[in-house]
């Protein structure tokens, strides 16, 4: 993968996504009104962990994201936009399938080895796009099950992408700081040797590979928490496997590779309508960026990654120019849950902030219910059609299902459940309402509703015995008081009960 000269990485694409926004004025067109134009391309880029505050159109001042602005300059910038938990495999399970995955009591933070969350015959965002014609990838991490019983890491790998509606994909399994580290594309292991079997176990050690907990002299990363399994490129994991050397990957390589895998789908397929799921590893942990961005932003290694993150988008965005297709694409780029600093290693981020604040004014980050967990950037952007602006509407990932959907002229099935909105006038700027309950999830499970101005948090964990002490509602007016800081459920019974019969009907299946 050649990458970016330095110079045209901190000058990024802004000035020509200003220029492409200025030709366009004129001929700026609502959604809808001509039935003779082709399809949309849809490209999705979902980063990971990156919060509020983290990107300089959300008032980030340290790292430099000049191409993840520019979309915003000459897109739309949403400020009150939601994943639908604040931890990853949930979340990206509710994008896909358009349903809250608090509904399913496992989809929680998975293994590596976890058997894959979608039912069969499913209805997703991937294979709602293929019955009206596009052609779709996923490329990044993936993190929402593969199979349907034990792994057979060393054939063919069915139950996965493929069968959630991708017709192309390349992916890590779980996350990269979970074994196997290895990348999977279209069901089998890249570059497996069948003489050096994987087996994965996360229960107990398997094979010899040393393991940060008995080896810690060979590790390049120190550990503050966890992640003491198996040593992979001198850094241990979650979990233990053994085998497949030749397979495994290197950390400060990702996100090239990563990004020449997404480009080279939009090569392959640019003459047909394709959507294409870009899904990050940055900014998760082990952040390990590579050569071009280490050592180089002025907030720690956190930000370098952040800055690395950026240069993909960059690179999606040149590969889009170069086959002249962003007048017919809509680029939408979000993050999976909010903000986390330490995450389990010992790499300085905390203590290199340098004063940024990742979650921005919010309280709370990634885990948490409250909005610094899943309030993430969120940009829709595609000149011609979408006006330049700032949009107060509240959306949630989940609604990008129905959404897209409705872009591409295909409905939701009727008699299935799902929770996803068409909030499609306001994704393209001819709204600016957007839902108007929305329901959020932590790493527990545990339910905040928003309505309006108001938002409750039940911090009883669903299943578990009511608590008799300890936290029980929280409810907060986030017009007056966006960071909660004043819990006001004692002043205001009347809304806490109302909040609480919508909570008690959605979760019976209701629409508010």
């Given amino acids: 993968m050649t990458s970016l000269p330095r110079r045209s990485f901190l000058k990024g694409t802004a000035t ?11 001929v700026m067109r609502v959604i809808g009104q001509s039935g003779t134009q082709q399809k949309p391309n849809i490209v999705l880029i979902l980063s990971d962990d990156v919060g509020y ?10 790292p430099r994201t000049p191409h993840i602005d520019g979309l915003a300059q000459c897109g739309r910038r949403f400020t009150d936009a939601h994943s639908d938990a604040s931890v990853c495999t949930p979340s990206r399970y509710a994008l896909l399938s358009g349903m809250y995955a608090w509904r399913r009591r496992d989809a929680r933070i998975l293994p590596g080895d976890a058997a894959l969350l979608f039912a069969d015959n499913q209805i997703t965002l991937p294979s709602l796009l293929k019955q009206v014609g596009y052609k779709t990838g996923c490329v990044g991490k993936w993190h929402m099950g593969l199979g349907r019983g034990e792994i057979d890491w060393n054939g063919e790998i069915a139950h996965g992408p ?24 279209n069901g089998r292991v890249v570059g497996l040797d069948p003489k050096d079997p994987i087996r994965v176990d996360y229960k107990k050690l398997v094979g010899d590979d040393p393991t940060g907990q008995d080896a810690p002299y060979l590790l390049k990363m120190k550990l503050s928490e966890g992640h003491d399994g198996t040593i992979v ?26 990004a020449a895998k997404a480009t080279s789908f939009i090569d392959a397929n640019h003459q047909q309508p394709f959507f294409l799921y870009l899904a990050t590893s940055d900014i998760h942990v082990p952040r390990m960026p590579g050569e071009q961005f280490a050592a180089k932003s002025r907030c720690g ?27 017919n694409t809509l680029v ?10 330490d995450d389990g290693y010992a790499d300085g981020a905390q203590q290199d902030l340098n004063g940024h604040t990742p979650s921005s004014i919010f309280r709370g980050g990634k885990y948490s219910l409250y909005e610094g967990g899943t309030r993430v950037p969120f940009i829709a952007s595609w000149p011609g059609h979408i006006p330049a602006g700032v949009s107060k509407a509240v959306i949630s990932q989940t609604d990008l299902l129905s959404s897209l959907g409705a872009l591409a002229g295909v409905s939701l099935p009727h008699g299935q459940l799902f929770d996803s909105q068409n909030v499609l006038p306001a994704l393209t700027g001819q709204s600016e309402h957007g839902r108007d309950v929305l329901v959020e999830a932590d790493v527990l499970q545990r339910t905040a509703i928003r309505q309006g101005r108001w938002k409750l948090l039940d911090f009883q964990v669903p299943g578990v015995a009511p608590q008799t002490t300890g936290k029980g509602l929280e409810l907060y007016d986030l017009e007056a008081d966006p960071a909660e800081t004043a819990d006001v459920a004692a002043q205001y019974p009347e809304i806490v009960n109302k909040l609480l019969t919508h909570m008690h009907l959605i979760r019976h299946g209701a629409s508010i």
Avoid at 241 to 248: E, F, I, L
Avoid at 249 to 256: G, I, P, Y
Avoid at 301 to 327: A, P, S, Y
Wanted: hydrophobic share 45%.
């Fill in 332 to 341: 939408l780029f979000s993050s999976d849950n909010g903000a986390v600093v």
């Fill in 233 to 258: 490129d001198g850094v241990s994991r979650i979990g233990f496997m053994t085998g497949g050397n030749s397979a495994r990957w290197v950390d400060e390589q990702m996100a090239a590779t990563l």
């Fill in 162 to 185: 493929r069968e959630v509606g991708f017709d192309y994909s390349f992916i890590l399994p779980a996350t990269a700081d979970r074994v196997p580290c290895v990348y999977v594309e």
């Fill in 301 to 327: 290694v956190r930000c370098d990654v952040i800055e690395q993150l950026d240069w993909t988008v960059g690179q999606v965005l040149e590969t889009l120019e170069k086959h002249k297709l962003m007048n």
């Fill in 53 to 62: 505050g983290d990107i300089g159109c959300y008032g980030a001042r340290l």
């Fill in 16 to 26: 020509a996504f200003a220029s492409i926004l200025l030709h366009n004025q004129s």
